[in-house]
């Protein structure tokens, strides 16, 4: 593939599925540092992939396994170098967080998402995003029964977390 | 608040984007990326084939030149005997065999990179294999740095007899290199050991995690 097609493919699909990656970011990322860094490495991923893609699957599941992928090896990478982290220069920062959008509820969802592990994040994601189940099981390479008992789980542990914040107001 | 009203709160960032990209940078930032992993690709590529090459050249040029009889004509040389002309053919076949098998190994790793993966299971399994690889050959790394190793001193034996120069120069060299050859074989060993191993048990846990 020539650099000029690829980035051009690139461009379209960054266009498209930004909001799937920003999501991703956040729910593996904690603050705008990591979130930075782990953008950058979901975006060379994406970029490294490009020539990879053959159709079979929709252009969004793609990127969603590219991008979990990626995110999931970043924790891992994350927890063994956290003390060595270089810190990137202000001007080289790559998002930027629109203040004016903060929206508690969704704070909150994100909070409990970021307490699940790595896999499970990554099912909650596709879920709340609306996949079938058996989409989600051909994305992580699990059954569909698995993706289902899971999730099942999920749902309920969020519920019960949702009821007792409104319980106590939080 | 049941799940739907969570799906409600989750497609309410869909409406505006949470962030904005400075896509300047990020073009900048790939631009970089890709041009250090081809810079560095070249360059293994460029030291394998470059050593191979010299030496297939050093080595076919001094049996041409002794096939030919001009080896005895020059300087204080003479020509080979025998058993030098032997030793030679068997340094040409210990590079060539390095060189074939790095050029290969390149090849494997390339079909390994261009097979599509259609979950992300499949790319935990496809870095799994490809971390085994890693670590088999650089277990083994001894063995496959013996022959263009062995190569390199026999190629200077039979230059160093055919010269007149005393064995004896020999010997600091061939300690020299075995030294190097045990060091590497030890950083090698180190690399597996503190960062490659450590990051196979990591994979392998999220498979495990994927499969139950």
């Known amino acids: ?38 953008f950058q490495e979901m975006t060379t991923q994406v970029w490294n992939s490009v020539p990879r893609y053959r159709g079979d699957s929709a252009v ?28 990137i220069q202000r001007e080289d920062r790559l998002l930027s967080q629109r203040s004016n959008l903060e929206n508690p509820q969704l704070e909150w969802l994100y909070e409990q998402i970021s307490q699940l592990d790595e896999i499970d994040r990554s099912l909650t994601l596709l879920m709340l995003d609306g996949f079938s189940y058996r989409e989600i099981g051909k994305t992580m390479g699990l059954s569909q029964n698995y993706v289902g008992v899971k999730l099942n789980r999920i749902k309920k542990r969020l519920t019960e977390h949702s009821k007792k914040k409104d319980k106590h107001g939080i | 608040m049941e799940f739907e009203d969570l799906k409600v709160i989750w497609d309410s960032q869909c409406d505006q984007p949470i962030y904005g990209i400075n896509e300047e940078g990020l073009h900048n930032s790939l631009r970089r990326k890709s041009k250090r992993f081809r810079r560095l690709i070249f360059w293994q590529h460029f030291q394998t084939y470059c050593g191979g090459g010299i030496m297939f050249a050093a080595i076919v040029g001094l049996l041409i030149l002794n096939a030919s009889g001009v080896l005895g004509e020059i300087g204080s040389s003479r020509a080979l005997f025998g058993w030098e002309i032997a030793a030679s053919l068997v340094a040409l076949v210990c590079w060539l065999q390095f060189t074939l098998s790095v050029f290969l190994g390149h090849q494997r790793q390339k079909k390994r990179e ?99």
């Open chain 1, 1 to 38: 593939m020539k650099p000029n097609e690829q980035q051009r493919i690139f461009e379209e699909w960054l266009a498209q599925h930004k909001g799937l990656l920003f999501k991703v970011v956040r729910a593996y990322a904690f603050n705008s540092h990591d979130q930075d860094d782990l």
């Open chain 1, 60 to 87: 969004s599941t793609w990127i969603y396994r590219v991008a979990f992928y990626s995110a999931i090896g970043w924790s891992k990478k994350e927890k063994r170098h956290r003390d060595k982290h270089q810190e």
């Open chain 2, 114 to 212: 261009q097979v599509e993966s259609t979950s992300l299971r499949d790319d935990l399994d496809k870095e799994i294999k490809q971390i085994r690889y890693q670590i088999k050959t650089r277990s083994h790394i001894m063995l496959g740095f013996l022959p263009p190793y062995l190569g390199g001193v026999l190629f200077i034996t039979v230059v160093f007899g055919a010269t007149h120069i005393s064995y004896w120069v020999l010997v600091p060299f061939v300690v020299l290199m075995i030294i190097a050859l045990l060091f590497e074989s030890r950083c090698q060993q180190r690399m597996v050991e503190l960062k490659i191993v450590p990051a196979l048990a990591e994979l392998e846990t999220l498979r495990e995690k994927l499969s139950h």
